[in-house]
């Protein structure tokens, strides 16, 4: 499994992890905040998204956790902080479960562990690998983002749509399958690493009593709620939301 990773800066790693139907582009606001705080981030495509390979699926949450461990592997990185939007903090909170010696800091981030509607995901899967990305695309931005803000912000708003638009549709449909169903939270409570839980206060796609449910199970956990921020808050809200990671990861310095 080649993951396709970007690296950037010197010091702590901090791992990004992207959602679902994006690439690592989509933590572009966040990469130079972290560099010039002394970290170094390595930011990837999850399995079957951007450049990195796109494996038949069924793709499980297991996948797409022990992809992460590889990357560490390969980059020789013994632990790091992780963070996750979305799928990525799907991801984060299976490794917080499962790979605890490999993870300092948990960033859990528009996120669930739960996220039901098993039908819509699975229906999803159906429908992009019979019809292509091209209607999930034109909807994702909705999801993604405030009116107000894409009003605001058209080119860019349109720019990032293309990363849905062309990603893999059996990727896409891979990860909608490790989504669907998916139940993380029995084992909350064993995640030792001290967590950060940002939700949406707009996120339609997974509201913010998904972020509290996980800041209630993980004994160690923050939680905060961004105003003014649909699902992709890591743009919406870039300086509150990169503050918020900032003050986190260098917490435990």
Same mark, same amino acid.
């Given at each position: 499994?080649?993951?396709?990773?970007?690296?950037?800066?010197?010091?702590?790693?901090?791992?990004?992890? $992207?959602?679902?139907?994006?690439?690592?582009?989509?933590?572009?606001?966040?990469?130079?905040?972290?560099? +010039? $705080?002394?970290?170094?981030?390595?930011?990837?495509?999850?399995?079957?998204?951007?450049?990195?390979?796109?494996?038949?699926?069924?793709?499980?949450?297991?996948?797409?956790?022990?992809?992460?461990?590889?990357?560490? +592997?390969?980059?020789?990185?013994?632990?790091?902080?992780?963070?996750?939007?979305?799928?990525?903090?799907?991801?984060?909170?299976?490794?917080? &479960?499962?790979?605890?010696?490999?993870?300092?800091?948990?960033?859990?981030?528009?996120?669930?562990?739960?996220?039901? $509607?098993?039908?819509?995901?699975?229906?999803?899967?159906?429908?992009?690998?019979?019809?292509?990305?091209?209607?999930?695309?034109?909807?994702?931005?909705?999801?993604?983002?405030?009116?107000?803000?894409?009003?605001?912000?058209?080119?860019?708003?349109?720019?990032? &749509?293309?990363?849905?638009?062309?990603?893999?549709?059996?990727?896409?449909?891979?990860?909608?399958?490790?989504?669907?169903?998916?139940?993380?939270?029995?084992?909350?409570?064993?995640?030792?690493?001290?967590?950060?839980?940002?939700?949406?206060?707009?996120?339609?796609?997974?509201?913010?009593?998904?972020? &509290?449910?996980?800041?209630?199970?993980?004994?160690?956990?923050?939680?905060?709620?961004?105003?003014?921020?649909?699902?992709?808050?890591?743009?919406?809200?870039?300086?509150?939301?990169?503050?918020?990671?900032?003050?986190?990861?260098?917490?435990?310095?």
């Amino acid at each position: 499994m080649k993951v396709h990773h970007e690296t950037a800066g010197d010091g702590d790693v901090v791992v990004l992890s $992207n959602s679902i139907g994006s690439t690592l582009r989509m933590w572009e606001p966040q990469v130079k905040p972290l560099v +010039d $705080n002394g970290f170094r981030v390595v930011r990837y495509d999850t399995r079957g998204h951007g450049k990195s390979d796109v494996p038949p699926g069924p793709y499980s949450i297991a996948d797409l956790g022990g992809d992460v461990v590889e990357l560490l +592997d390969t980059l020789a990185v013994e632990s790091a902080h992780f963070v996750g939007l979305s799928l990525g903090g799907m991801t984060g909170a299976w490794l917080g &479960q499962h790979a605890p010696s490999r993870i300092r800091t948990l960033a859990l981030t528009f996120t669930s562990v739960k996220p039901g $509607n098993v039908e819509m995901w699975t229906g999803r899967a159906r429908q992009v690998r019979a019809e292509g990305m091209g209607e999930i695309a034109e909807g994702s931005i909705g999801r993604w983002f405030t009116r107000d803000w894409i009003s605001a912000h058209p080119e860019l708003a349109a720019e990032l &749509q293309q990363m849905t638009a062309t990603t893999p549709a059996e990727g896409y449909a891979s990860c909608c399958e490790a989504i669907a169903g998916l139940d993380l939270t029995a084992a909350l409570s064993t995640v030792s690493a001290p967590t950060l839980v940002i939700s949406g206060a707009d996120d339609a796609a997974l509201p913010s009593s998904h972020g &509290q449910v996980i800041a209630d199970g993980i004994p160690d956990a923050r939680f905060e709620v961004l105003g003014h921020a649909a699902h992709l808050g890591s743009y919406e809200q870039a300086e509150r939301f990169t503050g918020l990671i900032l003050e986190h990861v260098k917490g435990t310095r």
